[in-house]
């Protein structure tokens, strides 16, 4: 049960572990998604971050009004722009190949930057600023 208090809703203690356990897979799965797309030759299924988007969207309801609401609003924003960026700069790589690998190079060390601002304030129970 949820408990409002002011404007914020206060989670019970046994919910709270459950979205924060939910946010700590989810952070992990985007985290090895994004370290693949950083490293040359380890790329990953993007099947593992269709699960954990998939996971967030599913979940994000039960956070709403608490703290954690931004985590989840964070992580899905993250792939939904990063996706968009992937699919603006994808030409880049059939006219050249050079400049495409650079704006996906630049890319994924935004998403990682992101999953790991994320994850440290997760873990730190700290809600997410835009």
């Known amino acids: 049960m949820a408990q409002v ?4 809703v206060v989670l019970n203690d046994q ?8 946010g700590h897979i989810s952070y992990a ?9 950083v490293l ?3 790329q990953v299924s993007l099947v593992l971050l269709l699960v954990a988007f998939v996971l967030d969207l599913y979940k994000r309801g039960d956070a709403r009004g608490s703290w954690q609401e931004s985590h989840f609003r964070w992580r899905i924003r993250s792939v939904v722009f990063g996706g968009i960026a992937y699919l603006v700069t994808g030409p880049l790589w059939l006219a050249f190949v050079v ?3 650079i704006a996906w ?3 994924s060390l935004w998403f990682l930057y992101r999953v790991l601002r994320g994850w ?6 700290r809600p997410m600023s835009i």
């Open 5 to 8: 208090d002011g404007s914020v």
């Open 15 to 22: 919910t709270e572990a459950s979205l924060r356990t939910v």
């Open 29 to 37: 799965l985007h985290a090895i998604v994004a370290v693949g797309a």
């Open 40 to 42: 040359p030759g380890a």
């Open 99 to 101: 400049p495409g690998w």
């Open 105 to 107: 190079a630049i890319i």
């Open 120 to 125: 440290l304030a997760l873990n730190d129970r």
